[in-house]
């Protein structure tokens, strides 16, 4: 494991510098080449990219990525308001391992978060699951910051700008196979060969825990959810039409403790609540949106 590592942590003040400290490392976002498992960069196109060598230019999702990455911390505080996120501005690294990582963002004080954009063409393609290549930059930066934790987040470039979050736990068994791959990589490109490419099929194999399920040929659900959505909008509907009446009874009795009208009874008495402590627990939480990417 890479616990024992020495890690080296760097200010980023400009892109040039930074853009050359990668050079010197495999790194998170490209560490899924390793395992042809990069969506846009092959284990050749890596080695070239770090001799400098690299012709790609910009794309589109890369330029969407960099508009967005703002967005998420505004997004995520919507979804989660107990979180805390800041921006990393710091290049992280494993020297001896030669493996580095640029953080998106801090979590809290020992979280991270990793920000991606989609569009939702491709979306549709992931069934709505993250593809192996964003875990694996994921739980790389977990193992070159150290943090406890991680999430990636999505967010779908369609009308309605949906946020997804996904949780990426540490990981031993996943990480080892990480640094044994990097380890294979710069003992091949110092031995002056060309390095191979490490069968992806165990990790993924790591990876899934079972937890993601495709309904799409459930019979019940789509009927079924968009009842459970119509319910949920009168329940809300009717929740504030109770709260702006309740609100109308009470300015008219006023400092009254009770009232009386043909047909009803009105009583608004002070009531004392016993003080009482919800012990902490760790629950799951249903929360069903629509998809509209």
Not at 141 to 157: A, F, Q, S, Y
Not at 171 to 183: S, T
Not at 230 to 243: N, P, Q, T
């Amino acid at each position: 494991m890479a616990d024992n590592q020495t890690v080296e942590i760097r200010e980023i003040t400009n892109t040039a510098e930074w853009l050359a400290w990668r050079r010197a490392d495999v790194t998170a976002s490209r560490i899924a080449a390793l395992f042809d498992a990069h969506p846009f960069m092959t284990i050749d196109e890596l080695v070239a990219d770090m001799r400098g060598q690299s012709v790609k230019g910009d794309t589109t999702a890369m330029r969407a990525g960099r508009l967005l990455e703002s967005a998420f911390p505004e997004a995520i505080r919507e979804e989660r308001p107990e979180w805390t996120i800041s921006k990393a501005r710091t290049y992280h690294r494993l020297p001896d391992l030669r493996l580095g990582s640029t953080p998106d963002f801090w979590i809290n004080d020992d979280g991270l978060l990793q920000a991606k954009t989609v569009n939702a063409t491709e979306w549709e393609r992931w069934q709505h699951r993250p593809p192996l290549g964003y875990l694996l930059q994921t739980l790389t930066e977990l193992i070159v910051t150290k943090k406890n934790w991680g999430v990636l987040g999505v967010i779908v470039r369609s009308s309605t700008l949906p946020l997804h979050l996904f949780d990426v736990p540490r990981h031993p068994a996943a990480e080892q196979k990480i640094l044994d791959a990097v380890r294979q990589f710069w003992g091949r490109i110092d031995a002056g060969e060309f390095p191979e490419v490490t069968p992806k099929n165990d990790l993924e194999a790591l990876l899934d825990d079972g937890t993601h399920k495709d309904l799409s040929a459930d019979n019940f659900l789509p009927e079924a959810l968009d009842r459970r959505e119509r319910l949920v909008k009168s329940r809300v509907d009717a929740d504030k039409e109770l709260k702006e009446i309740d609100y109308q009874i009470k300015n008219r009795l006023g400092t009254a403790s009770t009232a009386w009208l043909r047909g009803w009874h009105i009583s608004w008495r002070a009531q004392h609540r016993k003080e009482y402590i919800v012990p902490a627990a760790d629950i799951r939480v249903l929360r069903i949106k629509r998809s509209e990417d």
